[in-house]
Nanobody
C-alpha cells in the first residue's frame, strides 16, 4: 500500500505562481511513475504531468510551457510548480502514482483557484 498526502494549493490571482506537493508513504520502493491530475465539476479527471522514477517527463499541452513537475526520490515527494496561472487552471489537483506492478493510488486532492 502507498499513501499520498497533498499540500499547498489555495487561491491565487491570474498570472501568479503556486506550488503544490505530494508526500508518499508506505511501500514507496514500489513507486515508478508519479503524476498530477486535475478535475473540475462535471468533467473527467485529466493528466497534467507525469514523471518517471528516472526523470522522464510528459506534460499536457495546456500546461507544457507554464508548469514544472519534479520529484525527490529520496524524500518520496512529487511537486508541481504552476506559473502563469489562468482561471481555467482552477481545479482540484490530485496526486497519482503507479507502481512497477501497475498498482495505482490517488491522493485526496487539493483545490487550486485562480481568480481573474
Amino acid at each position: 500500500q502507498v499513501q499520498l498526502v497533498e499540500s499547498g494549493g489555495g487561491l491565487v490571482q491570474a498570472g501568479g505562481t503556486l506550488s503544490i506537493s505530494c508526500l508518499a508513504s508506505g511501500d514507496t520502493k514500489s513507486i515508478n511513475k508519479m503524476a498530477w491530475y486535475r478535475q473540475t465539476p462535471g468533467k473527467q479527471r485529466e493528466l497534467v504531468g507525469v514523471i518517471s522514477r528516472s526523470g522522464s517527463i510528459v506534460y499536457d499541452d495546456s500546461v507544457k510551457d507554464r508548469f514544472i513537475i519534479s520529484r525527490d526520490n529520496a524524500k518520496n515527494t512529487v511537486s508541481l510548480q504552476m506559473n502563469g496561472l489562468k482561471p481555467e487552471d482552477s481545479a482540484v489537483y490530485y496526486c497519482h502514482i503507479k507502481t512497477w506492478d501497475l498498482r495505482v493510488y490517488w491522493g485526496r486532492g487539493t483545490q487550486v483557484t485562480v481568480s481573474s
